[in-house]
Antibody
């Protein structure tokens, strides 16, 4: 059974940084592309980033490009999202998801809440 | 900026049929956009239902189907059940910029 467990969320001040982690189990992590998606309170879903199986390819929307960095450690079965220069509008639940071949976000974690506030 | 548009809300009676659509600001949605559909119930993480336009997961109920309809991606629920009341999101791939974009979601009420 695919299991994804996000961690690292919490309260951070505007302008601060935070690194989220996503531990994966139940599948061959090194063979799966992965994504991050967020959801602001009461709002819809926003795709944030994807990374290829090896980590050699990454993609971002313009809204977070240059501030957020996705990475992975296949030896630890862990996905990361480094978030810098955080703004109040980055307040959201952050989900990691397992991708497949033209199968985006096929499996989801339960999410971790990030609150950006002074 | 690319915008993906869904109906904000729809209401359907139990046992009825409803079609949700997903449009792109760039033009007609084709299979190249690899449309996906997700269901989210309050307090839960989203769940993937349909990928690559019409492919189902092992957990996707048979009453859910995906297609292309009139230049849009479509999700049809046939024989709607009360437990289908949820928010539904579509996701499209834009190959020129290599990004995925979610639609704003459709709140489906079963009444």
């Amino acid at each position: 059974e695919v299991q994804l467990l996000e961690s690292g969320g919490g309260l951070v001040q505007p302008g601060g940084s935070l690194r989220l982690s996503c531990g994966a189990s139940g599948f061959t992590f090194s063979s799966s592309a992965m994504s991050w998606v967020r959801q602001a309170p009461g709002k819809g879903l926003e795709w944030l980033s994807s990374i290829t199986e090896s980590g050699g390819g990454t993609h971002y929307p313009d809204s977070v490009k240059g501030r957020f960095t996705i990475s992975r450690d296949n030896s630890k079965n862990t996905l990361y999202l480094q978030m810098n220069s955080l703004r109040p509008e980055d307040t959201a639940v952050y989900y990691c998801a397992k991708d497949g071949d033209w199968l985006p976000c096929g499996n989801w974690g339960q999410g971790t809440l990030v609150t950006v506030s002074s | 900026q690319t915008v993906v548009t869904q109906e904000p809300s729809l209401t359907v009676s139990p046992g009825g049929t409803v079609t949700l659509t997903c449009a792109s600001s760039t033009g007609a949605v084709t299979s190249g956009y690899s449309p996906s559909w997700f269901q989210q119930k309050p307090g839960q993480a989203p769940r993937s239902l349909i990928y690559s336009t019409s492919n189902k997961h092992s957990w996707t109920p048979a009453r859910f189907s995906g297609s292309l309809l009139g230049g849009k991606a479509a999700l049809t629920l046939s024989g709607v059940q009360p437990e289908d009341e949820a928010e539904y999101y579509c996701l499209l791939y834009f190959g020129d910029t290599q990004v995925w974009v979610f639609g704003g979601g459709t709140k489906l009420t079963v009444l």
